[in-house]
T-cell receptor, first 113, second 113 residues
Framework: KQEVTQIPAALSVPEGENLVLNCSFT??????LQWFRQDPGKGLTSLLLIQSSQREQTSGRLNASLDKSSGRSTLYIAASQPGDSATYLCAVGRGRNDYKLSFGAGTTVTVRA | KAGVTQTPRYLIKTRGQQVTLSCSPI?????VSWYQQTPGQGLQFLFEYFSETQRNKGNFPGRFSGRQFSNSRSEMNVSTLELGDSALYLC????????????FGPGTRLLVL
């Protein structure tokens, strides 16, 4: 059974600091890994998806890396802003056309103005 | 394109009742997945439907069921509600193709009293 862990559970940083969020998974036979953002009481917004054959993906201030062999992914958010305050979740997909995602518990980020 | 829509957004039920939740995927997406999110268990996969067929199922009791219609809209039903069924229920739609990003709706908040 795939276990996904996110450390730390919570993070508070001053505005402008770079954020580093970690995700680890126990079974390296993944198909893809997706990072999501969730605002309180809301649904999930997809941030980045990394295919198992890729090492990283970038979108604006966001960069996600994937190291399948060590079972790790890292989400970097550059120059954080108060609007980045949210819970960030990583989720692992196990196969093509298999849409069951295994989620971590999330990292709750607070960016202080 | 319009995003994933879920109705209703909020529900209050009492123990023993049943409830039906609805999800309309993004136009053209034929896969709909359902997840339950609780503070204690996080996000857990319920089931996935593709072209009106259940393709994958999580570890939930038989009180949880679903179906998908020919227009890809999906419903999930929970019978004989228990207090522990109080949760945010999220659905996600996924396009077929190389990049299988899952797009989530805003969720239905269910409170069982």
């Amino acid at each position: 059974k795939q276990e996904v862990t996110q450390i730390p559970a919570a993070l508070s940083v001053p505005e402008g600091e770079n954020l580093v969020l970690n995700c680890s998974f126990t079974d390296s036979a993944i198909y893809n890994l997706q990072w999501f953002r969730q605002d309180p009481g809301k649904g999930l917004t997809s941030l980045l998806l990394i295919q198992s054959s890729q090492r990283e993906q970038t979108s604006g201030r966001l960069n996600a890396s994937l190291d399948k062999s060590s079972g790790r992914s890292t989400l970097y958010i550059a120059a954080s802003q108060p609007g980045d305050s949210a819970t960030y979740l990583c989720a692992v997909g196990r196969g093509r056309n298999d849409y069951k995602l295994s989620f971590g518990a999330g990292t709750t980020v607070t960016v202080r103005a | 394109k319009a995003g994933v829509t879920q109705t209703p957004r909020y529900l209050i039920k009492t123990r023993g009742q049943q409830v039906t939740l609805s999800c309309s995927p993004i136009s053209g997406h034929r896969s709909v997945s359902w997840y339950q999110q609780t503070p204690g268990q996080g996000l857990q996969f319920l089931f996935e439907y593709f072209s009106e067929t259940q393709r994958n199922k999580g570890n939930f009791p038989g009180r949880f069921s679903g179906r998908q219609f020919s227009n890809s809209r999906s419903e999930m039903n929970v019978s004989t509600l228990e207090l522990g069924d109080s949760a945010l229920y999220l659905c996600a739609s996924t396009p077929q193709g190389e990049v299988e990003t899952q797009y989530f709706g805003p969720g239905t908040r269910l409170l069982v009293l």
